[in-house]
């Protein structure tokens, strides 16, 4: 079954810095793409982060390019999103799954509020 864990969310302070971590079960997590999706209130979900089976591509929406660092360790069947300079239009519950997501498959979330 396959399955997604993320943690790490919070509350942080405008400007701050936070990493999530997603832990993948019931596929192998070196055969596929995978990605850090976002739902802001009142919002629709987007992706947000993307990261290549063998790490060689990493890819952002421009709304986080510049300050997002996602990376992977096939080894541990981890994902992992590291975001700074966090404005309020960060704030959204953040999802990992694969790319194109698994749509039968989507984890609760981790919820991330950038307020000061």
């Known amino acids: 079954q396959v399955q997604f864990a993320e943690s790490g ?3 942080v302070p405008p400007g ?3 990493t999530l971590s997603c832990a993948v079960s019931g596929f ?3 055969l596929v793409a995978m990605g850090w999706y976002r739902q802001g209130p009142g919002k629709e979900r987007e992706l947000v982060a993307s990261i290549s089976t063998q790490d060689k591509d990493h890819d952002y929406a421009n709304a986080v390019k510049g300050r997002s660092s996602v990376s992977r360790d096939n080894a ?3 994902v992992t999103l590291q975001m700074n300079g966090l404005n309020s239009e960060d704030t959204g519950v953040y999802c ?3 790319v194109p997501a698994w749509a039968g498959a989507w984890g609760q979330g981790t919820l991330v509020t950038v307020a000061s």
């Open 96 to 98: 990992c799954n694969q």
């Open 76 to 78: 541990k069947n981890t």
């Open 16 to 18: 701050g810095s936070l």
């Open 28 to 30: 192998r997590l070196g």
């Open 9 to 11: 969310g919070g509350l």
